[in-house]
């Protein structure tokens, strides 16, 4: 059974080689184009709610499109992997991807928007699925700890997406800058699509196959443990989704602070996850998976009880980037372990699971802060990840008793 504690270094890897360097430049490339694009349109949503004359209510039902279409896809991915192979689905849902995402600026009702955002979630749900799925193919055939690096990525792709559309948002219309993505993302995808369809998926040792892999049905111990790294994953998500949507409010509302600055928060806790997860091979390869969790879980605890319920702005920022730091790896290394142990199928729960507690966040806080308050509602982001370190922590210790037995 793969060991969640247990990271090898590369050093110990008997006739390593950069042959598989070219494969894991095409995936980290996907993987920056996804979060390019999701971003992207992320920025447009204030203008497009104008276009189409939505009140609030009609916009957060619209919404619920892409959410809709991402977790009914992940569940149905994980087969269309294996059928077709990781490569191919990832290549297709990027070319889904980039069309898509110009079609929310050319409706005009939100009935119409919730249709086109079920398509655009559905592509967004299924690359997230195969290039995952294809990333722990590629983690196994190095016998490193790289996951971190390819969402390292997908945070500099959403980082980059965000910044360039805050840019152009003056100037150019969303229909024009929507358009412009897809351009780009088909651009992307003929450059680095043909890359990716030349190499075979690498395998691992035949001991090491995934259950589903062999054909057979992954035992009830292996779908528990799957469930268990998705928790995990979902645990880590809320606080990603909390953030995004009450992060700045937060800043705004109880420590009094401009627009500007309530901006600089959010950016604080994406540019510490972005860093954290450009290090995350090197902390795993030193600490392992099992410490990397429990450490980052209870980091980022302690870094939400500071953001949430200091006094001070500049005491919230440093929370806030230490939430980033501690939460960065968390989902990786789930949806990494998820799919070591049960293929695409695994990474398809831990992922659906993990995007369930980033559409259950920002909703769960919102009522929250309605019975209690804002600062206090937050708490419930370092009590989740104090829960994923437990859990880390628990499932560690079971993997070395089974180990020993």
Request: charged share 10%; aromatic share 6%.
């Amino acid at each position: 059974m793969p060991q969640i504690n247990k990271a090898r270094s590369h050093k110990d890897v008997p006739g390593h080689s950069s042959s598989w360097t070219p494969l894991r430049i095409a995936l980290t490339v996907f993987f920056a184009l996804d979060g390019f694009v999701f971003a992207g349109w992320v920025v447009r949503i204030p203008a497009i709610k104008a276009q189409t004359g939505a009140s609030a209510s009609a916009l957060g039902l619209a919404l619920l499109g892409v959410s809709a279409g991402a977790v009914v896809t992940m569940t149905l991915t994980g087969r269309l992997c294996r059928r077709y192979g990781n490569h191919r689905v990832t290549v297709v849902c990027a070319v889904l991807l980039s069309l898509s995402v110009a079609l929310p600026p050319l409706t005009h009702s939100a009935l119409a928007l919730g249709l086109v955002l079920l398509l655009f979630g559905a592509a967004y749900g299924g690359i997230n699925v195969a290039f995952n799925s294809a990333a722990v193919e590629l983690v196994a055939a190095l016998r490193r700890p790289v996951m971190p690096s390819f969402h390292a990525a997908f945070s500099l792709g959403g980082m980059t997406g965000a910044g360039l559309g805050g840019l152009v948002a003056g100037v150019l219309s969303p229909t024009r800058h929507l358009l412009l993505l897809t351009v780009v993302g088909l651009l992307v995808t003929a450059a680095a699509g043909p890359a990716l369809l030349r190499h075979e998926p690498p395998l691992p040792p035949r001991r090491a196959l995934p259950a589903e892999d062999t054909g057979r049905r992954p035992d009830r111990r292996t779908r528990t443990l799957v469930i268990v790294f998705g928790v995990i994953a979902g645990c880590t998500a809320y606080g990603e989704g909390a953030l995004a949507d009450w992060g700045a409010l937060h800043l705004e509302q109880d420590l009094h602070a401009s627009a500007g600055a309530a901006a600089v928060g959010y950016s604080c806790f994406a540019l510490a996850m972005t860093v954290g997860r450009l290090t995350g091979t090197t902390l795993l390869e030193r600490l392992g998976r099992t410490r990397t969790v429990v450490a980052g879980g209870t980091t980022a605890a302690a870094g939400m009880l500071l953001g949430s319920l200091a006094p001070s702005l500049w005491a919230a920022f440093a929370g806030y980037a230490i939430t980033g730091l501690g939460l960065a790896n968390l989902f990786p290394v789930a949806v990494e372990r998820a799919g070591a142990l049960a293929g695409p199928g695994g990474v398809a729960t831990a992922s659906t699971l993990g995007y369930g507690g980033m559409l259950l966040g920002p909703p769960a806080i919102g009522f929250m802060a309605d019975w209690f308050t804002l600062p206090a509602a937050l708490t419930s982001v370092a009590v989740l990840a104090a829960v994923a370190a437990v859990v880390g922590a628990l499932v560690g210790a079971a993997v070395r008793r089974a180990a020993r037995a």
